[in-house]
C-alpha cells in the first residue's frame, strides 16, 4: 500500500518568513495529493490540494509543487503570521485503492509554530 | 448547514466497556470515514464507507466496527475497550464522484483506562 513520509516533524520559523514542509510517497498510482490545517481540538481542515497532472498550484500566501519524478511534493507558505500556527498533514490518494471512496494516506503531521 | 458532527466529544470508558461513537453529515456526501490520530502517526484509517449499505475495513480495524445506518450516519463501536483504543477519533465524508476533498468533523477525544 501507499506510505506517505513527511518531514519535518516541527518546524519554527518568524513572523514574516517562509516556511516549507515536504512529503514523499511510495505509490507512483497516487494521483491526489492534499494538504490539511489542523488547529487546536479541532478536525484537519483542507487548505490546498493539487493534482498529478498540474506540477504548481497556489493559492494567496500558500503553494504546493508536486514533482511525480521524485515522488515528492511540498507545501510552501510564505510572510507566515501567528495564525499560520497549527499541525500540518499532507496526505496522498490512489484512485484505485478504495473503490469510489477517496482513500488517502496521511503524513504524520507537522508542527509549524509562528513566533513573533 | 453543521458540516460534519460528531457525539460524544469526550469519553472515559473503563476497559471492557463498550460504547459507539456517532458520526453525522448534511452534505448529502456518499463516502465516511473512520480515523483515529495518535501522536507521532497522523491519521489512521480505521474503516470507510464508499457509499451507503458498503463498509470496507482500512488500516487498523482489529478491535472496531462499524454501521453506515443510512446515507447521513455511520457508527463506530468498540465492542470491548482497551487502554490501546485511547485516541482521538475523528469521522470525515467526501462526494465520491469528484473522489477528492474530505470533511472532517471536530473529533471525539476517547480515554480507556
Known amino acids: 500500500g501507499e506510505n506517505v513520509e513527511q518531514h519535518p516533524s516541527t518546524l519554527s520559523v518568524q513572523e514574516g518568513d517562509s516556511a516549507v514542509i515536504k512529503c514523499t510517497y511510495s505509490?507512483?498510482?497516487?494521483?491526489?495529493f492534499p494538504w490539511y490545517k489542523q488547529e487546536l481540538g479541532k478536525g484537519p481542515q483542507l487548505i490546498i490540494d493539487?493534482?498529478?497532472?498540474?506540477g504548481e498550484k497556489k493559492d494567496q500566501r500558500i503553494a504546493v509543487t508536486l514533482n511525480k519524478t521524485a515522488k515528492h511534493f511540498s507545501l510552501h507558505i510564505t510572510e507566515t503570521q501567528p495564525e499560520d500556527s497549527a499541525v500540518y498533514f499532507c496526505a496522498a490518494s490512489n484512485p484505485s485503492a478504495g473503490g469510489t471512496a477517496s482513500k488517502l494516506t496521511f503524513g504524520t503531521g507537522t508542527r509549524l509554530q509562528v513566533t513573533l | 448547514n453543521a458540516g460534519v458532527t460528531q457525539t460524544p466529544k469526550f469519553q472515559v470508558l473503563k476497559t471492557g466497556q463498550s460504547m459507539t461513537l456517532q458520526c453525522a453529515q448534511d452534505m448529502n456526501h456518499n463516502s465516511m470515514y473512520w480515523y483515529r490520530q495518535d501522536p507521532g502517526m497522523g491519521l489512521r484509517l480505521i474503516y470507510y464507507?464508499?457509499?451507503?449499505?458498503?463498509?470496507d475495513k482500512g488500516e487498523v480495524p482489529n478491535g472496531y466496527n462499524v454501521s453506515r445506518l443510512n446515507k447521513r450516519e455511520f457508527s463506530l463501536r468498540l465492542e470491548s475497550a482497551a487502554p490501546s483504543q485511547t485516541s482521538v477519533y475523528f469521522c470525515?465524508?467526501?462526494?465520491?464522484?469528484?473522489?477528492?476533498?474530505?470533511?472532517f468533523g471536530p473529533g471525539t477525544r476517547l480515554l480507556v483506562l
Open positions: 464507507s464508499a457509499s451507503e449499505g458498503t463498509t
Open positions: 493539487i493534482r498529478s497532472n498540474v
Open positions: 505509490d507512483s498510482a497516487s494521483n491526489y
Open positions: 470525515a465524508s467526501s462526494e465520491f464522484e469528484k473522489q477528492e476533498t474530505q470533511y
